[in-house]
């Protein structure tokens, strides 16, 4: 069973557009750790942000922002004012008791100049 | 700062080889990682170690065995290398604290199976 999705494949915006990203996680345990991550046309990919199961508040880093709702299991990713270089693969990730880190399918996001 | 290294970049391979994907980690991280990485399929967990000698069946493990004889060092080997594994390699590592530490990504190896 997938365990994170990411129901946006793509993502088209035009430069200075906000852009939200969608991530809906299952998980049965009490304790767990969501990540986001960032794959630029490089390859590698690049840590964003974690927050853990019992830290519901909210994240503002410069234009990047993340929604973490536990009623609703969703770790939403804001990015405000988008630029080109903001144009990637981002995905979102989830790691349990059992140290395995699991990630969604990918949602690219193109930034047109 | 914190470096994995994976041996190629790039590689190809023929059908039936054994092939061995090489990763380095000069973090002194507990865990380390092997995903591949498909178009529309994300990353698939295929095997993690959180020790030296000990491995875990990921999602996808059928086809791959690993090793870790060094903390280190992590390997992922296809024992018959098949069409069906051309796809993108991703190394990872982490520290051992629970579950709360980031992993840390090489750079990818893409193999193709011809």
């Known amino acids: 069973a997938q365990k994170v999705t990411q129901a946006q494949t793509e993502i088209s915006v035009v430069e200075k557009e906000d852009v939200t990203l969608d991530c809906v996680y299952e998980t049965r345990d009490t304790t767990y750790y969501l990540f986001w991550y960032k794959q630029p046309p490089s390859g590698e990919l690049v840590f964003l942000i974690r927050?853990?199961?019992?830290?519901?508040q909210n994240e503002i880093s410069g234009r990047y922002s993340w929604n973490f709702q536990k009623s609703t299991s969703s770790f939403n990713f804001t990015i405000t004012a988008s630029q080109v270089v903001d144009s990637a693969v981002y995905f979102c990730?989830?790691?349990?008791?059992?140290?395995?880190?699991?990630f969604g399918a990918g949602t690219t996001v193109t930034v047109r100049a | 700062d914190v470096k994995v290294t994976q041996s190629s970049r790039y590689l190809v391979k023929r059908t039936g080889e054994k092939v061995f994907l090489e990763c380095v980690q000069d973090?002194?991280?507990?865990?380390m990682f092997w995903y591949r990485q498909d178009p529309g399929l994300g990353l698939r967990l295929i095997y993690f170690?959180?020790?030296?000698?000990?491995?875990e069946k990921g999602d996808i493990p059928e086809g791959y065995s690993v090793s870790r004889e060094k903390k280190e060092r992590f390997s992922l080997i296809l024992e018959s290398a098949s069409t069906n594994q051309t796809s993108m390699y991703l190394c990872?590592?982490?520290?051992?604290?629970?579950?709360?530490?980031?992993?840390?990504f090489g750079q990818g190896t893409r193999l193709t199976v011809v």
């Open positions: 927050r853990n199961s019992f830290d519901e």
């Open positions: 973090m002194d991280h507990e865990n």
């Open positions: 990730a989830l790691s349990e008791i059992d140290y395995k880190l699991s």
């Open positions: 170690s959180y020790d030296v000698k000990m491995k």
């Open positions: 990872a590592s982490s520290l051992y604290q629970g579950v709360n530490t980031e992993a840390f």
